[in-house]
């Protein structure tokens, strides 16, 4: 039976078994999807070690999406554009070769909520690996103009600074602040949220985060990151598999892990 995994530290919040369950449920295959927690003072090996599992891929999370950069064997053209790779495929040669599916899920969550892209003004808030391939999703399918704003005054904008901002249209939280267990933690503050028309966020568990609850008490239009986890795993798993899943497929899991949070 083949296995599959996800690497990161740390992975309580992790649903990507449950994900991946389902997937393998949908397409009549058997597999096994495990949590490989690895501590930063084991991150040199992190390759070697999943190697060691006998497994044919596996998914990448926090934090070590970039990190994993230059222990492969070889990038994709998506994962080199990039830098940032959040799925691991492990060839038969014995190449480690890195992918992105955050791209295609992100996208496949935009465009089931109907929200714009094509001339439209954001703000990223945080910059981490699925930070990298949000904004080159949105630059790619013609936003007028993508921001990122951070803690780090140094970088450049400032969280505090979105106070005053103006004329955007669409805010996005890609930070973990708010996911399981930290589930009252949000990025911004309802000042900052009222600038804006809708808010994204790619915490998926839980479904709605607090982040969410604000924007939708202000009467933004909240999009949850349910969607984007699930088509990056649907996408992951045709990579490894060479199977096609297709939206409807990935529909009737959202729908059944959706009902997870009901």
């Given at each position: 039976?083949?296995?599959?995994?996800?690497?990161?530290?740390?992975?309580?919040?992790?649903?990507?078994?449950?994900?991946?369950?389902?997937?393998?449920?949908?397409?009549?295959?058997?597999?096994?999807?495990?949590?490989?927690?690895?501590?930063?003072?084991l991150?040199?090996?992190?390759v070697?070690?999943?190697?060691?599992?006998?497994?044919?891929?596996?998914?990448?999370?926090?934090?070590?999406?970039?990190?994993?950069?230059?222990?492969?064997?070889a990038?994709?053209?998506?994962?080199?554009?990039?830098?940032?790779?959040?799925?691991?495929?492990?060839?038969?040669?014995?190449?480690?070769?890195?992918?992105?599916t955050?791209?295609?899920?992100?996208?496949?969550?935009?465009?089931?909520?109907?929200?714009?892209?094509?001339?439209?003004?954001?703000?990223l808030?945080?910059?981490?690996?699925?930070?990298?391939?949000?904004?080159?999703?949105?630059?790619?399918n013609?936003?007028?103009?993508?921001?990122?704003?951070?803690?780090?005054?140094?970088?450049?904008v400032?969280?505090?600074?979105?106070?005053?901002?103006t004329?955007?249209?669409?805010?996005?939280?890609?930070?973990?602040?708010?996911m399981?267990?930290?589930?009252?933690?949000?990025?911004?503050?309802?000042?900052?949220?009222?600038?804006?028309?809708?808010?994204?966020?790619?915490?998926?568990n839980?479904?709605?985060?607090?982040?969410?609850?604000?924007a939708a008490?202000l009467?933004?239009?909240?999009?949850?990151?349910?969607?984007?986890?699930?088509?990056?795993?649907?996408?992951?798993?045709?990579?490894?598999?060479?199977?096609?899943?297709?939206?409807?497929?990935?529909d009737?899991?959202?729908?059944?892990?959706?009902?997870?949070?009901?």
């Amino acid at each position: 039976m083949d296995t599959y995994g996800v690497l990161g530290f740390p992975l309580g919040h992790s649903l990507s078994p449950r994900l991946h369950g389902l997937i393998y449920r949908e397409m009549g295959v058997e597999a096994i999807y495990n949590r490989y927690e690895l501590p930063p003072e084991l991150a040199g090996n992190m390759v070697q070690v999943m190697r060691l599992t006998g497994m044919r891929g596996f998914n990448v999370t926090m934090p070590y999406k970039k990190v994993i950069l230059n222990r492969l064997d070889a990038l994709s053209p998506e994962a080199g554009k990039l830098g940032a790779v959040n799925t691991v495929e492990l060839r038969s040669d014995g190449a480690a070769v890195g992918h992105n599916t955050d791209y295609f899920g992100f996208l496949m969550q935009l465009r089931r909520c109907g929200v714009p892209i094509r001339g439209q003004r954001f703000v990223l808030c945080g910059q981490s690996g699925a930070g990298s391939a949000i904004t080159q999703a949105l630059l790619d399918n013609g936003a007028a103009q993508v921001l990122t704003a951070s803690r780090d005054a140094s970088r450049g904008v400032t969280y505090d600074s979105l106070r005053s901002l103006t004329g955007f249209d669409t805010i996005i939280n890609c930070t973990p602040l708010g996911m399981f267990p930290e589930v009252d933690g949000c990025i911004v503050e309802e000042e900052v949220l009222s600038n804006f028309g809708t808010a994204v966020d790619i915490v998926y568990n839980p479904c709605e985060t607090l982040f969410l609850r604000r924007a939708a008490r202000l009467g933004l239009k909240a999009v949850g990151g349910l969607y984007m986890f699930i088509f990056q795993g649907v996408r992951a798993f045709e990579i490894w598999t060479g199977k096609t899943v297709g939206q409807q497929a990935g529909d009737r899991i959202y729908d059944e892990m959706n009902a997870d949070f009901l």
